[in-house]
């Protein structure tokens, strides 16, 4: 089996590594903080300290990256916290370490906010076309990573991500005066997201751009309504509009290349 890295054991990686090492791989993963290693460490988990700056990389990068077969990018950008840091640049020279090392094949998890809401219905086939900084970053780091000549990578982005505790509807609960509630829902459950890396993984489908969102679209209104009165808290109020930009995210490619099928409905 595999020898394979997580860069990111959080709300993603940490799950994903516990299956892949039922399925017999040999796992490995990173975390920012030394607290986090020590933590993670007593569950039997190989952790290695790592943290990314725009400048340097500080930490046990070389030991993480060594001997390792597919490395798998769960870094978040960071964007939406209003850090100050240059996601795409962090990314760079994250990138300049995985191509000094013997790795070859990478998947780099992105997100479906490199298409901007102008842009209605899209699939991999649509040029993405970002309005605003984080949409703009994440496009930078795809193509840096794509166009690699030392790995071949494949891009998953991932549409709004849900499951265990995780529910955008917490943040909205309650709230009024919100506006695209007609527009269509991009979301994703986590167990779909292990289940499409685990596809590219043994499909060794490499040197791809996968689009990765439930193929349910119902309107943010109707669906958010719905989470808010299934989890018992007050629905958010959206405004009558006659008009909304949107954006529909779907995929031509999950099926011909990795043949899956959502576990989740919305």
Known sequence: MSTIAIAGLGWLGLPLASQ????????????????????????????????IAEDEIRGEINSFLKDTEILIVLIPPGLRRNTGHNHAL??????????KSQI????????????????G???????PKPE?????????????????PAIQSTIIRFGGLYGGSRNPVKYLAGRTGLTNGQAPVNMIHRLDCIGIILGVIYKNAFGHIL????????TKEVYYTQQAKKLGLEPPQYE??????????????????????FQKSL
């Not at 906010?113 to 842009?119: A, F, I, M, N, T």
């Not at 219905?121 to 040029?127: G, H, L, M, N, R």
């Open 20 to 51: 892949l090492r039922d399925l017999g791989h040999t796992v490995k993963g990173s975390v920012t903080s030394k607290s986090k290693q020590e933590e993670l460490k007593t569950y039997g988990l190989d952790v290695y300290q790592v943290e």
């Open 240 to 261: 009558v509009e006659d008009a909304t930009l949107f954006k529909q995210v779907d995929s031509e490619n999950l099926q011909p290349l990795i043949g899956y099928t």
């Open 90 to 99: 962090r990314m760079a020279q994250f990138l300049d370490a995985i191509e």
């Open 121 to 127: 219905k899209v699939t991999e086939a649509d040029i």
């Open 132 to 148: 605003d900084s984080k949409g703009k970053q994440l496009v930078e780091v795809e193509q840096l990573f794509f166009k690699s």
């Open 211 to 218: 689009n990765a969102v439930n193929p349910e679209h119902p």
């Open 104 to 119: 070859k094949k990478v998947i780099l998890v992105s997100s479906t906010g490199v298409y901007d809401d102008s842009q």
